[in-house]
Structures are given as C-alpha cells and as structure tokens.
C-alpha cells in the first residue's frame, strides 16, 4: 500500500501563489506517476497535472497550463505543485493521487488509473 499525505492549502485572495506539497510513504516505488486533481462542491473531480515516471514528463488540464508547476522530488517522495496567479475559479479540495507505472499523457489525465489518493487540501480564492 501507498499513503498520500496532502498540506498547503489555505485561503488567499485571487493573484497570490499557493505550493501545495503531498509526501508517499509506504510501498513507493521509481515506476510510480503521480498527479494532482480537484473538486470543487457539486463538481466532478478533475485532473489538474499529472507527472510520469517515464522521464518525467509532465501534463497539465488548459485552465492551468501557464500558472501552475508540477514537480517531483524522487529523494524523499514529495509531489508538489506550485500554484501561481490563482483565480476564484481555483477554489476546490485538492487531491494527490499515485499509481504504479507510467503514464502518458493521455492515461495520466484519467482519475480511474489511479489507485492511490490522499484526504485533500482545501484552496480557496477570493475575489
């Protein structure tokens, strides 16, 4: 089993940066992608980047593409997004998700592919 633990959320106003960060524990391995996805209330979740263990290669949904970065630090097991230029729009509960294997960019936007998930961690942009 993998664990996923989510932190940085909070409350900012629209234009400021957030860096969200989620730590696996347990069984990791070098072949796991991971990737963050939100919802917002009465909304589907929805990918909003994804990072493949096939060198790295990353993926982003358009709305964020530009404003946010995903990155992996494979040391200590540590996914991160740096969100920046956030918009009310941003506001949802993020979640860190994992899975063994790689993915494409295509597979990776796919919330079915993933096993593993952390609790989430609420981001919420005023106006």
């Known amino acids: 089993q993998v664990q996923l633990s989510e932190s940085g959320g909070g409350l900012v106003q629209a234009g400021a940066s957030l860096q969200l960060a989620c730590v696996a524990s347990g069984r990791t391995h070098p072949t796991m992608s991971m990737a963050w996805f939100r919802q917002a209330p009465g909304k589907e979740r929805e990918f909003v980047g994804g990072i493949s263990s096939l060198r790295g290669a990353t993926g982003y949904r358009d709305s964020v593409q530009g404003r946010f970065t995903i990155s992996k630090n494979n040391t200590n097991w540590t996914l991160y997004l740096q969100m920046n230029s956030l918009k009310p729009e941003d506001t949802a509960q993020y979640y860190c998700?994992?899975?063994?294997?790689?993915?494409?960019?295509?597979?990776?936007?796919?919330?079915?592919?993933?096993?593993?998930w952390g609790q989430g961690t609420q981001v919420t942009v005023s106006s």
């Open positions: 998700a994992a899975t063994l294997g790689a993915t494409t960019a295509r597979s990776m936007r796919d919330r079915r592919l993933y096993n593993y």
